[in-house]
């Protein structure tokens, strides 16, 4: 079993940036793939970014290339979201998700374990 908690939500106007953490228990952390979802208030969970086992390979959704960047630190058990240029539109609970398996994956039905989220919110 794998538990996952996430950090560093808050309000923040737009153009600024914020970096979201989860930070996983277990030890077996090191071998799963990690993402990050959001899904904002009457909208269907959203694929945001994920990372491979090692960091090798990162994978976007198109909206968020270039502003948004994931990237993990195994020896700490985080994988982190660093989100720049925020937009009111970015305004969502944002979740972090771990997967059994070491390559990365935009569906959510792929992964099998879920944080419990952090708010994320940009004024304009």
């Known amino acids: 079993q794998v538990q996952l908690v996430e950090s560093g939500g808050g309000l923040v106007q737009a153009g600024g940036s914020l970096r979201l953490s989860c930070a996983a228990s277990?030890?077996?952390?090191?071998?799963?793939?990690m993402g990050w979802f959001r899904q904002a208030p009457g909208k269907e969970r959203e694929f945001v970014a994920a990372i491979s086992w090692n960091g090798g390979n990162t994978y976007y959704t198109d909206s968020m290339k270039g502003r948004f960047t994931i990237f993990r630190d195994n020896a700490k058990n985080t994988v982190y979201l660093q989100m720049n240029s925020l937009k009111p539109e970015d305004t969502a609970v944002y979740y972090c998700?771990?997967?059994?398996?070491?390559?990365?994956?935009?569906?959510?039905?792929?992964?099998?374990?879920w944080g419990q989220g952090t708010q994320v919110t940009v004024s304009s």
């Open positions: 277990g030890r077996t952390f090191s071998s799963y793939s």
């Open positions: 998700a771990a997967r059994r398996l070491p390559v990365v994956a935009g569906r959510a039905g792929l992964y099998d374990y």
